[in-house]
């Protein structure tokens, strides 16, 4: 009975084992068991607050609510593995991550684990308004798992850290800066998100520490603690590198 039983057996495992060889999560499950088990527990709610608008209805046919939630997860997991918080001990404790379309201003902010995309920028924007709104997801869930120093963190950093999650996700616009641009290095966003990949391409796993000392506290001190150099001098070798 079990011999006979044994080659649909063996050619599932091995049909099986082919499928997941060739997917990226095969790899994530591998290095981080402990966090898939931990990403998947946590209880992922979108609710769409803004039907009957004009960005409540563009948001139900563009994008939806299940892709939204996928998303989240996603995103979730990609933040475990950019930041290596494989084990419970590194993270955040966050146990449901809630997302709400809003009839609001702006673009999206995010507090207490909680998601808030405006209706009014889903129905304002030209272009692939699905892959926009991933690219916010993406830097919406990372102010959920970052770590801000204990409030001590500079915004621009903050923010520069968010998109530079959203930049290693492939989720740049296109109208950021160019690596190199900006004024400051704490100017936020995508200019501080390049500056950030310029640090990392010194000592690749940079951000990774930047982001682990911040749990505490903030020095600008970390910058000389990691590279060797203060941030100032940093920031204007970047600028050197790019001639800009
Ligand atoms: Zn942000």
Request: glycine fraction near 8%.
């Amino acid at each position: 009975m079990a011999r006979h039983n044994l080659v649909p057996i063996l050619s599932f495992l091995l049909l099986t084992l082919v499928t997941l060889q060739g997917t990226d999560a095969l790899h994530f499950f591998k290095t981080e068991p402990e966090a898939v088990t931990r990403i998947n527990s946590i209880h992922y709610e979108v609710t769409n607050n803004a039907t009957g608008t004009l960005g409540g209805t563009r948001f139900t046919d563009k994008i939806g609510i299940t892709y939204s939630k996928s998303i989240l997860q996603l995103a979730s997991e990609f933040n475990c593995r950019v930041f290596r918080q494989s084990k419970k001990s590194e993270s955040k404790n966050v146990e449901s991550i809630k997302m709400y379309v809003e009839t609001m201003d702006g673009v999206a902010y995010t507090s207490n684990d909680e998601i808030h995309v405006s209706a009014n920028y889903t129905a304002d924007y030209s272009g692939d308004v699905k892959r926009e709104i991933t690219g916010v997801l993406y830097h919406e869930v990372t102010h959920i798992w970052q770590w801000n120093g204990n409030g001590n963190a500079p915004g621009g950093l903050i923010e520069g850290i968010a998109d530079y999650v959203r930049l290693k996700a492939k989720y740049a616009q296109s109208h950021w800066v160019k690596p190199g641009g900006g004024d400051r290095w704490d100017q936020g966003y995508d200019v501080t998100a390049r500056f950030l990949d310029y640090c990392n391409s010194i000592r690749n796993g940079f951000v990774v520490d930047l982001n682990t000392k911040m749990k505490n506290g903030y020095s600008d001190n970390f910058f000389v603690e990691l590279l060797g150099k203060n941030v100032d001098q940093l920031w204007r070798d970047y600028k050197t590198k790019y001639d800009n």
